[in-house]
């Protein structure tokens, strides 16, 4: 299986921040990656696809770079809406698709 | 746009199986050239990728899952369905349907599956 290790674990900020989640594979997925948001109860929503597309709806103020084994999720305000949970996600190899553990932004 | 809802009992015996479905409305579950896959989220846990299934009816599973799980479709009702078989404590989680199998740009809202006695 491909690893994939989200870090931090958790980020305390605050509104207006710039926000950077790092996510690395265990070995290259070339940009076959994508980030999604999680709220509290409800189902994950994609922001990112093939590590820099932005999903139709998404706020400009997320991006995604990176290629090969590591990558990066930035949110360039942080904005009310935006205190969730994100995961990176793997799609190189279907066997299996793998998730990162996850990357709590918390409100400082 | 397509909707995902998934439905099936919300407690399942230790050993037995655990069946859930997946209506697809919005759009054809046979058209465009998309798969449809279950993901499950233990409580406070992180994703878990099941499995996928192509209209066709082709199938690829998570190894670690492989010999219990079973995918079927249904494309005249536009669903499909998910079967885990043998099911323990671990099992028990948030059960989420969605459109793709590579990444995912549709869920269904989640279903709490329970394994107790």
């Known amino acids: 299986d491909i690893q994939m290790t989200q870090s931090p674990s958790t980020l305390s900020a605050s509104v207006g921040d710039r926000v950077t989640i790092t996510c690395r594979a265990s070995q290259s997925i070339s940009s076959w990656l994508a980030w999604y948001q999680q709220k509290p109860g409800k189902a994950p929503k994609l922001l990112i696809y093939?590590?820099?597309g932005l999903e139709s709806g998404v706020p400009s103020r997320f991006s995604g770079s990176g290629s090969g084994t590591e990558f990066t999720l930035t949110i360039s305000s942080l904005q009310p809406d935006d205190f969730a949970t994100y995961y990176c996600?793997?799609?190189?190899?279907?066997?299996?698709?793998?998730f990162g553990g996850g990357t709590k932004v918390e409100i400082k | 746009q397509v909707q995902l809802q998934e439905s099936g009992p919300g407690l399942v015996k230790p050993s037995q199986t655990l069946s859930l479905t997946c209506a697809v409305s919005?759009?054809?579950?046979?058209?465009?050239?998309?798969?449809w896959s279950w993901i499950r989220q233990p409580a406070g846990k992180g994703l878990e990728w099941i499995g996928r299934?192509?209209?066709?009816?082709?199938?690829n599973y998570n190894p670690s899952l492989k010999s219990r799980v079973t995918m079927s479709v249904d494309t005249s009702k536009n669903q499909f369905s998910l079967k885990l078989s043998s099911v323990t404590a671990a099992d028990t989680g948030v059960y989420y349907c969605a459109r793709g199998g590579s990444n995912f740009d549709s869920w269904g809202q989640g279903t709490l599956v329970t394994v107790s006695s």
């Open positions: 093939k590590a820099s």
């Open positions: 919005g759009g054809s579950i046979s058209s465009g050239s998309y798969y």
């Open positions: 996600q793997q799609y190189n190899s279907y066997s299996p698709l793998t």
């Open positions: 299934i192509y209209a066709s009816g082709n199938t």
